[in-house]
């Protein structure tokens, strides 16, 4: 496959590393931001072949690990209505909520139906008018513009059976209070080139200014992974700290103003909670008022189904920040595994925790640990 | 996240810019894309595709720089064998 | 997730706690393998059920019978490459193969719900009746069965099969030993991707056709061709990777594989990425897995190639000492990572 298979090639990724192993010459520790990017980094054994002095960290790049806990019941508590089809990307469907998931409520009649796009969830409530239709939109900036559209042609075309519940969060205020924490120890990011692609880069120049850390807009290939983290360290040796572009084959630094444009009508920021990390002030996106008839948290009533606590064991959040690495969980593997969950970050598979579970390395004597 | 995957337009149909429409091919596996956001695009071009909406055209001379650079770094362990553990 | 009423303190290994059967517990994967153990092996234990393989082998007066039972509920009932009922008679077939037994007979039990078309079902035993023909083997005989609109998602297939067992090989994970080698009949992901492409709201066009096919005379002709077969399992839910956990786990060894050598068709590959689905883990009908000694490994691929549905064998990785029932892969950049037992069904995802 074309601008697939070239970023695979196992030859020109000895090369990068080579070049990475002969550039450091001390510690460091990058963080890679997007759920997307642990996965190939684990799936090709990056963080394995990366000399021992680049210590990667998974961050809060997987919109499904911090939709919070009182949504996910929100979310629930709609798919159990009778009148109610409910769709969802099939990533939300495992994600435990207080005492059960979208997955249980289908087996217990609901129905949930798996989507790959917006549209489709659209589609499906014009071929049922007899039934609400509610659209799960969860996501980063990437899927917002989508998402956006859904909402804006349902209103263009009058299907008034169609309704969203929207859980959207934006990456560069989650970036700030991870490199805001005192205990951060991020040195260089790699921003998620997709929803970059989407937003283009000119929000990360504040941020690396400062916070005094370089970041590599970087694409999700071996190669593209490996070379952002070259010129994330390259800068780092050279103590600079400026924004870069590695995936400039896709992402420019304005990144595509029809889709901005269509999710500022459609959308607008507000404060949204992250799970496992809380509040952090403009990070998510509502609907705007012109749009408010489409919210399905105003269209049902869903006032009994407040905020929960998280399991205490779960250490999520600070998984999410970097603060933790899974194999530092006491339940990791144990009582938290991908079949019986404790928290987000093992259910979705981009979950730092979940990534973990199933890529770990052969450790002697862990087997699969069934 | 954002899981978006590279496909070569084959089609385009309708009229309506909202609800304008490509054929894209990933690897012979055709889907139905929204081109509202690519207004410019045009059959046999690349674009990156996420959740049935197309957010960027591959910039094929972008796409070769990488490999240039590979080219100017010193060439290094030599092809083949497994790198140091 | 919730505790169900009435869990015992006493069980000592914390299964999913789930009250209720899920989906995914037909998975072929963890969840699926979960219930079979926690549920039906617990109550029927006997020696030929404890091999856990694919069909049970019995001395029947001095002749080794093969015999197992399969059930079929796919959904749609017709997809690119084959059917429900194509499916009901290859995949018992190919259960027998496994055991190397030269398939004799099946039948076949039919739950239909009411308000099936008779065209349909009549279309959907033509394919069964040729499936039966290219495959040698009568549907002997059988039983039918109607249910009441609504509870029956169209039609329900069981086919249970005996063959005989003409060599003196002992087919099973119990034989797998280090050292051999692990063979693959061909490339992977077709049936899983085919029918993805017409379930409702994921629909993509594609050419991807089921791999639904009888391995039974590849499979006789490697053991009778004086290879020592030590295991074979054919593929089905859960992919390859599923098949290669379950021997590893059950011959208590370990297993590496290198992805290199694992083929997937392009079109296979699109689909799989559309949907962020890993082709290690997608379904597959006409597709098994080998493990013979290292010694008899090319001649193994040899005769498994001069067969068209194992024209594209060749070993993909080799039996270790272990970790017992750890699967590792070699990737494609020369890393090593385990590849774990899938956990309920893969689902698209856009993350």
Not at chain 1, 270 to 298: C, H, M, N, Q
Not at chain 3, 15 to 34: D, F, K, N, T
Not at chain 3, 132 to 145: F, L, S, Y
């Amino acid at each position: 496959m074309k601008f697939v298979d070239e970023y695979r090639d196992p030859a020109a990724a000895k090369r990068l590393l080579g070049a990475i192993r002969s550039l450091v010459t001390r510690p460091w520790t990058l963080m890679e931001v997007c759920g997307g990017q642990t996965h190939a980094i684990l799936k090709y054994g990056i963080d394995e072949l990366l000399p021992p002095e680049v210590t990667l960290l998974h961050g809060p790049g997987c919109p499904v690990c911090v939709t919070p806990l009182e949504k996910i019941d929100r979310a629930i508590a709609l798919a159990s209505r009778p009148d109610v089809i409910f769709c969802s990307f099939g990533d939300m469907l495992r994600v435990p909520g207080t005492d059960r998931d979208l997955l249980s409520v289908k087996a217990a009649g609901g129905d949930i139906r798996i989507v790959y796009s917006p549209l489709d969830a659209l589609r499906i409530a014009t071929e049922n008018p007899a039934r609400e239709v509610v659209f799960f939109a969860v996501g980063f900036e990437t899927t917002a513009p989508g998402n956006a559209m859904a909402v804006f042609q349902a209103k263009r075309a009058g299907v008034g059976n169609f309704s969203v519940l929207v859980s959207h969060v934006l990456v560069p205020p989650a970036l700030e209070a991870v490199l805001a924490s005192p205990l951060c120890r991020v040195q260089g990011l790699l921003a998620a080139g997709h929803v970059c692609a989407v937003m283009g880069y000119t929000e990360y120049a504040p941020i690396a200014a400062r916070y005094k850390v370089p970041i590599v807009v970087t694409g999700f290939e071996p190669l593209d992974i490996l070379q952002g983290v070259h010129l994330c360290l390259r800068q780092l040796e050279e103590g600079r700290a400026e924004v870069e572009n590695q995936y400039s084959r896709v992402v420019s630094q304005q990144g595509n103003r029809p889709a901005q444009a269509l999710v500022a009508e459609v959308f607008q920021v507000v404060t949204r909670a992250w799970r496992g990390i809380g509040e952090i002030p403009k990070s998510g996106l509502g609907l705007t008022e012109a749009f408010a008839a489409f919210d399905a948290e105003r269209r049902f009533d869903l006032s009994e189904v407040g905020p929960r606590p998280e399991p205490a064991e779960c250490i999520a959040g600070l998984v999410l920040q970097g603060l933790k690495k899974p194999p530092e969980c006491e339940v990791f593997g144990g009582r938290c595994t991908p079949e019986h969950p404790l928290g987000a970050t093992m259910v979705s598979p981009e979950g730092a925790c979940a990534a973990y579970y199933r890529h770990r390395r052969t450790a002697a004597g862990q087997g699969s640990a069934r | 996240m954002c899981l978006a995957v590279p496909g070569r337009i084959t089609s385009i149909t309708g009229d309506d810019p909202w609800t304008r429409t490509a054929k894209v091919s990933f690897g012979g596996v055709l889907v139905d894309v929204n081109l509202a956001y690519l207004p410019d695009v045009k059959v046999d071009d690349y674009v990156i595709v996420h959740a049935g909406f197309a957010l960027s055209q591959i910039d094929e001379a972008e796409a070769a720089l990488i490999f240039e650079e590979l080219s100017r770094l010193a060439p290094d362990l030599g092809e083949g064998g497994e790198p140091a553990a | 997730m919730s505790q169900p009423g009435g869990f015992s303190p006493s069980c000592p290994m914390p299964i999913a706690q789930y009250e209720q059967v899920l989906l995914a517990h037909g998975g072929g994967g963890r969840l699926m393998h979960e219930l079979l153990e926690r549920v039906f092996l617990a109550a029927f234990r006997n020696p030929a059920l404890d091999t856990e393989h694919d069909a049970a082998v019995l001395d029947v007066g001095g002749v080794r019978v093969a015999f197992t039972t399969d059930s079929y509920v796919v959904h749609p009932l017709f997809f690119p490459g084959g059917s429900i009922g194509t499916l009901a008679v290859n995949g018992t077939v190919n259960d027998l193969a496994m055991a190397g037994a030269r398939p004799l007979a099946l039948s076949a039990g039919f739950i239909i719900e009411e308000g099936l078309a008779i065209d349909t079902l009549e279309r959907l035993v033509a394919s069964m009746r040729d499936a039966a023909r290219e495959a040698g083997v009568p549907i002997v005989t059988g039983d039918t069965k109607v249910v009441d609109r609504g509870k029956g998602d169209g039609l329900f297939i069981n086919t249970a099969g005996i063959g005989l067992v003409e060599h003196g090989l002992h087919i099973a994970p119990a034989s797998v030993r280090p050292g051999d080698a692990v063979i693959l009949s061909g490339d992977i992901g077709r049936h899983g991707m085919a029918i993805m492409a017409v379930r409702e709201n994921l629909a993509f066009q594609s050419a991807i056709e089921s791999d639904c096919a009888s391995l039974a005379a590849p499979v006789l002709a490697l053991v009778s061709s004086g290879v020592g077969v030590h295991c074979l399992r054919d593929l089905t839910r859960g992919g390859l990777a599923s098949a290669l956990n379950e021997i590893a786990g059950g011959a208590r060894v370990g297993i590496t594989v290198d992805e290199r050598t694992v083929a997937v068709r392009e079109d296979v590959r699109g689909a799989c990425e559309i949907l962020g689905f890993d082709p290690m883990y997608v379904a597959n009908e006409g597709r098994f897995v080998a493990f013979v000694p290292e010694t008899d490994a090319a001649r193994t691929v040899e005769v498994l190639r001069r067969h068209t549905v194992s024209s594209g064998s060749s070993v993909i990785g080799r039996v270790t000492g272990g970790p017992a029932g750890l699967v590792a892969v070699r990737t494609s950049l020369g890393a090593s990572r385990v590849l774990d037992m899938l956990s309920g069904e893969q689902l698209p995802r856009i993350c």
